[in-house]
C-alpha cells in the first residue's frame, strides 16, 4: 500500500506551562527540561468524533477522494464520551461513509497496528482505498492535580488515506504485556450481583519503567525492521518517532547515532497525543512539503501494554 493523503485537526485551546503553574506545584523551569514541551492543544468545548471528522476530510481532500471511493475505516482511539457505538461508527455517521468500520484500542502506536491491519486487507484483494483516523483524548484520562502525569498530554486528531501500491517495505509489531506500566481503571454501572471490589483510578504511570522499554525497543525494532528489508540508517530520510517526551526521542536518535535533522517533532507545542501523535507529525511534515517522492519515512512508537510497533515506508 502507499500513502495518498494525510490530515490533522487540534483544539482551539492551547495551554502553556504557566498556565498550568496556576493550579499546579509545577514551572516551565520544570517541565521542558523532563519532557520538552512548552504547551498543548487541549479540548475544551469542541467534540473529540468532530476532530476526527476534519482530520479525516483532510485526507480525503489531499488525496483527491470521495467518501465514496473509501473501503473501510480503521479507528485508533483508547477513550471518547461514548462506550457504544465504536467511534469510527459516529465518524463515519457524520461523514457520510458506507464501508465497513471498526475501532481498536492500542494506545500510542495504534496508527502503525492500524497499518498492519490495512495492509492485510489489501494483500488479500479486499480493498483499494482505507481510511486510518487516530482520535485521542487522553488529557481526559488524567488526573489534574498530578504534576507527574497532566503536564504530559495533549488532545488531537489525525488521517491519513491508504491505497494500493508497493511502499509499505516493512512493518513490525511487539509487545512486552505489563498492565501496570500504564493503566486507568474505571468503574462500570452496578448490578444487583456484583460483589467484587472494584477500583477507579486516573492514569497512572511507571515513567522510569516507560522510557526505559520506549528507548530500548524503538532503538532495537527500527535496527531490525531496516536489517530485515536490507536498507539502512543512511537510507532512511526522516524518523517519524511517536512524540512521547523529547528526552524519549533524543535517547532514541542517540542509540541510532543519527542526525538530529532527520528526527522532526512537534512535541514542544503538542504534547503526547497517544495514537494521534505519529500521523499529526506526517500530516504537518507533509503540508510544510518537507517530503519529496522515494523519501524513507520510519515509523515507531510505543506505549500502554505496553507495545511497539515500527513501519517503513516510501513517500
Known amino acids: 500500500m502507499r500513502i495518498l493523503g494525510t490530515g490533522s485537526a487540534l483544539p482551539q485551546k492551547q495551554v502553556g506551562n504557566d498556565d498550568l503553574s496556576k493550579f499546579l506545584d509545577t514551572s516551565d523551569e520544570w517541565i521542558v527540561p523532563r519532557t520538552g514541551i512548552h504547551s498543548r492543544h487541549v479540548i475544551s468545548n469542541e467534540y473529540l468524533e468532530d476532530l476526527a471528522v476534519s482530520a479525516a476530510r483532510r485526507a480525503l481532500d489531499d488525496a483527491s477522494l470521495g467518501v465514496a471511493d473509501i473501503d473501510l475505516l480503521i479507528c485508533s482511539n483508547v477513550v471518547n464520551e461514548y462506550v457504544t457505538p465504536s467511534l469510527s ?27 498492519d491491519m490495512a495492509d492485510s486487507y489489501f494483500c488479500c484483494g479486499k480493498v483499494r482505498h482505507v481510511l486510518i483516523v487516530c482520535a485521542e483524548e487522553p488529557t481526559r484520562m488524567v488526573d489534574w492535580s498530578d504534576r507527574a502525569t497532566c503536564v504530559l498530554f495533549g488532545d488531537g486528531a489525525g488521517a491519513a488515506v491508504f491505497g494500493e501500491g508497493d511502499n509499505l517495505k516493512g512493518i513490525r509489531l511487539s509487545a512486552e504485556p505489563s498492565p501496570d506500566k500504564i493503566c486507568e481503571m474505571r468503574r462500570l454501572l452496578p448490578t444487583p450481583y456484583v460483589d467484587k471490589e472494584e477500583t477507579e483510578m486516573p492514569m497512572q504511570m511507571k515513567g522510569r519503567d516507560v522510557f526505559r522499554f520506549a528507548v530500548t525497543t524503538s532503538a532495537r ?22 512524540q512521547a517526551n523529547l528526552r ?54 510505543f506505549g500502554s501494554g505496553l507495545l511497539s510497533a515500527t513501519a517503513v515506508i516510501e513517500w
Open 89 to 115: 461508527c459516529i465518524i463515519a455517521a457524520k461523514m457520510g461513509l458506507a464501508c465497513p468500520c471498526f475501532d481498536i484500542n492500542c494506545a500510542c502506536p495504534g496508527f502503525i497496528y492500524a497499518m
Open 221 to 242: 525494532d527500527i535496527n531490525d525492521i531496516l536489517s530485515r528489508t536490507g536498507l539502512s540508517l543512511d537510507d532512511v530520510d526522516y524518523f517519524m518517532i511517536h
Open 248 to 301: 524519549i526521542i533524543d535517547g532514541i536518535r542517540e542509540r541510532l547515532g543519527v542526525a538530529p535533522e532527520k528526527f522532526p517533532t512537534n512535541i514542544a507545542d503538542h504534547g503526547n497525543s497517544s495514537s494521534a501523535s505519529c500521523p499529526i507529525l506526517l500530516d504537518e511534515c507533509n503540508r510544510k512539503g518537507m517530503f519529496k517522492k522515494g523519501d524513507l519515512l520510519v515509523f515507531s512508537a
